[in-house]
DNA sequence: GTCATTCCGAAACGACGCTACGAAATACCG
DNA sequence: CGGTATTTCGTAGCGTCGTTTCGGAATGAC
């Protein structure tokens, strides 16, 4: 009896994808009435399909995680452990420097009203924990001792560190000097084991923790 | 002959202490309409003021950096340089978890609208000089080897990394894990001096750098 | 063609950043 | 002491953004 519906699943898979794109076009113009313009749709559509700004941003956060998490699957694995965690964090700086607003909405907050949980970041997690089996390759290797997953902690930790300043400009002024700093910064990691600095045990074993989540 | 005027620069500077407090309560709520209010003035008071809402952030965003750098000098200066290093990144970790909105306005971008320039991130310098002396004083003491100013870089980094994700709950979701992170972090660095891992050559020092700038 | 049913988007609402403009307040003068 | 010139102040309004309503459009059944 009615009429067909346009806000369909296709509709929603495309306007993620407009919204991407002006998204990429800068944190400032993001409004809903762009988003639509932009996909050729109208606002309450939009609400319809992702119940209001927030919804849209999160969905924006795991697609960027997948693509993240692809990129990072698709670092080859070598025999040298090390070598493996830095090119995994290559693939971050590069994934950053491709999107630059997505890898904001994902490792910063530009958007005061959209918080991910951490049950958000634990669904776009699969990027993390091929970082944990590479730095658990190191463990095994001798390369570095530790808890995995804290020392995946630290590494992202890093990795975001050095996207956030990059991205804000403050890591140096000219590309030469961001590299060589992404490349210093590397070096320093995993040179030996990490000792003990304060009360620095290991991280705590329960029956209920994810093997490799990055969570606890 | 005309009324005394009340756009002073005490009432300027009271309004900069509400704003804080007002930024203090939460991201979200620091419109100019509730500060007005907080500071028991008028909202084109603060646009003669400050010039536009950025103006007010910038200004916070200076008073931010001041408190960091009163509380960088404070940490004093020992023997060990390493020691002294470490302890100026836990007077950071303090800092953020004492004032978790003034450091997301220093280190994230939680107001789309301001984003800091590098000369503004010059003129709030201070606490970086102290720590590229630190750092300074461990390459001296053969702890670490590199430029200063490059290593430091690395090291505000991944001080910046962790803050971040400390405050997005993304570090551990307890205060243990969190520590634990921390110190694990920190005993990484410095552990030996860093070994080149691609085209890691020195920072070239030219004659208008800054010795101690963080820039370049 | 008519009706019942469902869907759609122009238009409206509150909140926000920002500003124009009339009212208020003062000092001087007649 | 009232009038006036001059400056300052804050109410009220504008445009924009996020969000929702509601009247009309589109469709299938008869």
């Given at each position: 009896?009615?009429?067909?519906?346009?806000?369909?699943?296709?509709?929603?898979?495309?306007?993620?994808?407009?919204?991407?794109?002006?998204?990429?076009?800068?944190?400032?113009?993001?409004?809903?009435?762009?988003?639509?313009?932009?996909?050729?749709?109208?606002?309450?559509?939009?609400?319809?399909?992702?119940?209001?700004?927030?919804?849209?941003?999160?969905?924006?956060?795991?697609?960027?995680?997948?693509?993240?998490?692809?990129?990072?699957?698709?670092?080859?694995?070598?025999?040298?452990?090390?070598?493996?965690?830095?090119?995994?964090?290559?693939?971050?700086?590069?994934?950053?420097?491709?999107?630059?607003?997505?890898?904001?909405?994902?490792?910063?907050?530009?958007?005061?009203?959209?918080?991910?949980?951490?049950?958000?970041?634990?669904?776009?997690?699969?990027?993390?924990?091929?970082?944990?089996?590479?730095?658990?390759?190191?463990?095994?290797?001798?390369?570095?001792?530790?808890d995995?997953?804290?020392?995946?902690?630290?590494?992202?930790?890093?990795?975001?560190?050095?996207?956030?300043?990059?991205?804000?400009?403050?890591?140096?002024?000219?590309?030469?000097?961001?590299?060589?700093?992404?490349?210093?910064?590397?070096?320093?990691?995993?040179?030996?084991?990490?000792?003990?600095?304060?009360?620095?045990g290991a991280r705590p074993r329960t029956?209920?923790s994810?093997?490799?989540?990055?969570?606890?």
């Amino acid at each position: 009896m009615p009429r067909l519906k346009q806000r369909t699943p296709e509709l929603r898979a495309h306007v993620l994808v407009a919204a991407e794109a002006t998204l990429a076009r800068g944190v400032e113009g993001f409004t809903t009435k762009q988003i639509a313009t932009d996909a050729e749709t109208s606002v309450p559509a939009i609400y319809e399909m992702f119940g209001d700004k927030n919804g849209l941003l999160r969905e924006l956060f795991f697609v960027g995680f997948r693509k993240l998490a692809t990129a990072a699957a698709e670092v080859p694995t070598s025999d040298h452990p090390r070598a493996d965690v830095l090119a995994l964090a290559r693939a971050y700086r590069s994934f950053s420097l491709a999107h630059p607003s997505l890898s904001k909405l994902m490792f910063s907050q530009p958007f005061a009203s959209f918080a991910p949980t951490v049950d958000d970041l634990a669904a776009a997690d699969a990027s993390r924990r091929t970082l944990v089996k590479a730095v658990r390759r190191c463990i095994k290797a001798g390369v570095v001792h530790g808890d995995a997953v804290d020392v995946s902690h630290v590494f992202l930790a890093l990795v975001h560190g050095l996207i956030g300043q990059e991205a804000a400009g403050w890591l140096g002024e000219g590309k030469a000097s961001c590299d060589r700093r992404w490349d210093l910064a590397l070096s320093m990691f995993f040179v030996t084991g990490p000792r003990p600095v304060a009360s620095g045990g290991a991280r705590p074993r329960t029956k209920t923790s994810e093997p490799d989540s990055v969570h606890h």
